[in-house]
């Protein structure tokens, strides 16, 4: 009854809008108060702190640091330069760059949102400036930055990694081929769309060119090769990978492209206690509420009711949970909803023999989905903020590729293989 009350409660902050920190740190104080001192109050410092520990989470700053290093260090220009050189020529070429530049991104920072503010400042008034229509080049920034939690590194990977118990290697790598589709898919609609609007092509080939741009940029493509190659060969841990990832942005940005000022890295440390505090806020008060769940036995309940709904049908259980994962990205932040629902899937996937490096790309592309999806969408509303947009108008512009990506979505979840095959490789 108290658990019942609770969920109502949690609903009713969602609709008053009040910051998904707050209300993960509210309902479990509701808890406390409503269950008359059956749990030890001590309980939430403990889960705070315990949920907040874990070595593998430790990645989290480093990449947060290493991305921030990277984009200030300018090397998003770069990459823009590059990617142009190499697809400018075709008609829709800029849009098409916008796409291949969030994969490269996605590589270096693994945050969506960072990556959208980025290209949001250097590539989408370029494109507006050539011709695009401002909510098309803004509409498909949003929805190609999805891209970033899944091409690793991806802090939502090792948020899953830690919660699940699986190899956060094996998500890194489970990763690319869903990244890589979403890529191709909405590149291949950036083209059609272009040729349908008649968007410009921005310059001829030149192999000179390309290698001139790519010379420029291969120093920052070289950071994921980095970071997966050590934890990959085992020389390295994922949190350690993140913290020489670190060293690698800053001497780049520092000793070689000589961008940085004692100013800019100032404003990029703070940046990056925000971000980062905000995160582990996130995950301290989402590891009471799922303390609180495992409590009142609703994992176990939830896990027998679909079961015993389904069937045993593993199929309509995976397009279930796809269901419930984007309706609670809609309202929750990645790291909340993985945190609260972790607990629930592992042990339903494990009774299917669901593959739990499978599912947790599925979840992790589930919930980034749900960084472009209102009412609590992130990356949109930094894309309609950017872009001087009202949100209607940029989903409206942005819906075309969100459809394409829940087809990739759907694609990734009924072919496993699609995910395991390069880990079963290494």
Same mark, same amino acid.
């Given at each position: 009854?108290?658990?019942?009350?609770?969920?109502?409660?949690?609903?009713?902050?969602?609709?008053?809008?009040?910051?998904?920190?707050?209300i993960?740190?509210?309902?479990?104080?509701?808890?406390?108060?409503?269950?008359?001192?059956?749990?030890?109050s001590?309980?939430?410092?403990?889960?705070?702190?315990?949920?907040?520990?874990?070595?593998?989470? #430790? +990645? $989290?700053? =480093?990449?947060?640091?290493?991305?921030?290093?990277?984009? &200030?260090?300018?090397?998003? @220009?770069? /990459?823009?330069?590059?990617?142009?050189?190499?697809?400018?020529?075709?008609?829709?070429?800029?849009?098409?760059?916008?796409?291949?530049?969030?994969?490269?991104?996605?590589?270096?920072?693994?945050?969506?949102?960072?990556?959208?503010?980025?290209?949001?400042v250097?590539?989408?008034?370029?494109?507006?400036?050539?011709?695009?229509?401002?909510?098309?080049?803004?509409?498909?920034?949003?929805?190609?930055?999805?891209?970033?939690?899944?091409?690793?590194p991806?802090?939502?990977?090792?948020?899953?990694?830690?919660?699940?118990?699986?190899?956060?290697?094996?998500?890194?790598?489970?990763?690319?081929?869903?990244?890589?589709?979403?890529?191709?898919?909405?590149?291949? #609609? +950036? $083209?059609? =769309?272009?040729?349908?609007r008649?968007y410009?092509?921005? &310059?001829?080939?030149?192999? @000179?060119? /390309?290698?001139?741009?790519?010379?420029?940029?291969?120093?920052?493509?070289?950071?994921?090769?980095?970071?997966?190659?050590?934890?990959?060969?085992?020389?390295?841990?994922?949190?350690?990978?993140?913290?020489?990832?670190?060293?690698?942005?800053?001497?780049?940005?520092?000793?070689?492209?000589?961008?940085?000022?004692?100013?800019?890295?100032?404003?990029?440390?703070e940046?990056?206690?925000?971000?980062?505090?905000?995160?582990?806020?996130?995950?301290?008060f989402?590891?009471?509420?799922?303390?609180?769940?495992?409590?009142?036995?609703?994992?176990?309940?939830?896990?027998?009711?679909?079961?015993?709904?389904?069937?045993?049908?593993?199929?309509?259980?995976?397009?279930?949970?796809?269901?419930?994962?984007?309706?609670?990205?809609?309202?929750?932040?990645?790291?909340?909803?993985?945190?609260? /629902?972790?607990?629930?899937?592992?042990p339903?996937?494990?009774?299917?023999?669901?593959?739990?490096?499978?599912?947790?790309?599925?979840?992790?592309?589930?919930?980034?989905?749900?960084?472009?999806?209102p009412?609590?969408g992130?990356?949109l509303?930094?894309?309609?903020?950017?872009?001087?947009?009202?949100?209607?108008?940029?989903?409206?512009?942005?819906?075309?590729f969100?459809?394409?990506?829940?087809?990739?979505?759907?694609?990734v979840?009924?072919?496993?293989?699609?995910?395991?095959?390069?880990?079963?490789?290494?």
């Amino acid at each position: 009854m108290i658990l019942a009350a609770l969920l109502v409660l949690f609903a009713v902050f969602i609709l008053l809008g009040i910051p998904i920190a707050y209300i993960l740190g509210l309902v479990p104080v509701g808890y406390f108060l409503l269950s008359s001192g059956s749990v030890p109050s001590i309980i939430l410092s403990q889960k705070i702190i315990g949920g907040c520990t874990s070595f593998t989470l #430790m +990645a $989290i700053p =480093f990449f947060v640091l290493a991305g921030n290093l990277m984009n &200030g260090g300018g090397i998003t @220009k770069r /990459l823009i330069n590059f990617c142009n050189a190499l697809v400018g020529h075709i008609r829709g070429g800029l849009a098409v760059a916008d796409v291949i530049c969030s994969m490269f991104l996605g590589g270096i920072s693994g945050s969506a949102n960072a990556d959208t503010a980025a290209l949001g400042v250097a590539l989408v008034p370029e494109m507006v400036e050539k011709g695009y229509d401002k909510d098309f080049a803004m509409g498909l920034t949003v929805a190609a930055n999805t891209v970033g939690p899944i091409i690793p590194p991806s802090i939502s990977m090792v948020v899953y990694g830690s919660l699940a118990g699986v190899s956060v290697g094996a998500l890194f790598l489970g990763g690319f081929v869903p990244g890589i589709l979403i890529g191709l898919v909405l590149s291949v #609609m +950036a $083209i059609i =769309f272009s040729a349908v609007r008649k968007y410009p092509k921005t &310059g001829k080939f030149s192999f @000179k060119n /390309l290698w001139l741009s790519f010379k420029q940029a291969i120093l920052a493509l070289g950071m994921p090769v980095i970071i997966l190659g050590g934890v990959l060969t085992g020389i390295c841990t994922p949190t350690e990978a993140a913290a020489v990832a670190v060293v690698y942005s800053f001497i780049i940005g520092f000793f070689v492209f000589k961008t940085f000022t004692l100013k800019s890295l100032y404003s990029i440390l703070e940046d990056t206690i925000v971000l980062s505090a905000s995160i582990f806020v996130i995950i301290g008060f989402s590891n009471i509420l799922a303390y609180l769940v495992a409590s009142e036995r609703m994992p176990q309940l939830i896990c027998d009711w679909l079961l015993a709904s389904t069937g045993n049908n593993k199929y309509l259980v995976l397009f279930i949970i796809n269901v419930i994962l984007l309706i609670m990205g809609m309202f929750l932040d990645p790291s909340a909803s993985m945190i609260l /629902l972790t607990p629930i899937l592992v042990p339903i996937a494990k009774t299917l023999g669901i593959d739990l490096i499978h599912l947790g790309v599925v979840v992790v592309m589930n919930v980034t989905i749900g960084l472009t999806t209102p009412p609590v969408g992130t990356c949109l509303y930094i894309g309609a903020s950017m872009a001087n947009l009202p949100v209607m108008k940029l989903f409206k512009a942005m819906a075309p590729f969100l459809a394409a990506n829940i087809a990739v979505l759907l694609l990734v979840t009924y072919c496993p293989q699609l995910v395991t095959m390069l880990s079963q490789l290494v």
